[in-house]
């Protein structure tokens, strides 16, 4: 079947729309291809024809979305020296416009999360981190790039999960104490790159 045809499109987004849902009000270990199928109104044929179990669904999800989340640490700028205040905010910016563009589909992720999940997303983040201060360090000190790259992924995977754990914290709360604190630090540490 040809991926680029609107109905398998429409199909793997009714899949993916139903396992989430599913995810929303059950445990992963409750629900079945069986189940997904229901919620999708498609049948377990269907199903085979995009993916070969749930885990392979459930991690096309984490990939796809691991895909979107990358873009946003990306630097846009060729050397640390052309940093400043504004590439900062616009570096805030994006991350936080990035989580709140996928904050469903995160938040059911985070949510039902066993460890795996956090782990894939911090690594995602710290290899993102790390080839872009490939191209921006004064020097090769590899140890200062994977440092901050563990640094930053860090932070920020534990300041994302924090937020989206938390149902009484606010995407705007989010957004100025990410300011607050991440400018600052970036300020600080692309000094040493």
Known sequence: MNKNDL???????????????????????????TKI???ALCSRNTFYLHYTSKDHLHESMVTALLEKMASAFMSHVEH??????????????????????????LTVFIKNDDGSFFKQFNKN???TVYH??????????????KLFAAYLSSSVTGFIFEWLSNDDITDEAAKKALHQIHIHTMSTVTKTL
């Open 132 to 145: 872009e201060t490939s191209s921006l360090s004064q020097h090769e000190d590899l140890t200062t790039r």
């Open 125 to 127: 983040i710290e290899s």
């Open 37 to 39: 199928c229901e919620q």
């Open 80 to 105: 640390a020296r052309q940093i400043s205040t504004k590439h900062y905010i616009s570096y805030n910016e994006a991350i936080i416009n990035s989580v709140i563009e996928n904050k469903r589909v």
């Open 7 to 33: 109905r398998y499109r429409k199909t793997e987004f009714n899949l993916y729309n139903s396992y989430l849902t599913l995810l929303e009000k059950i445990s992963d270990k409750e629900i079945t291809i």
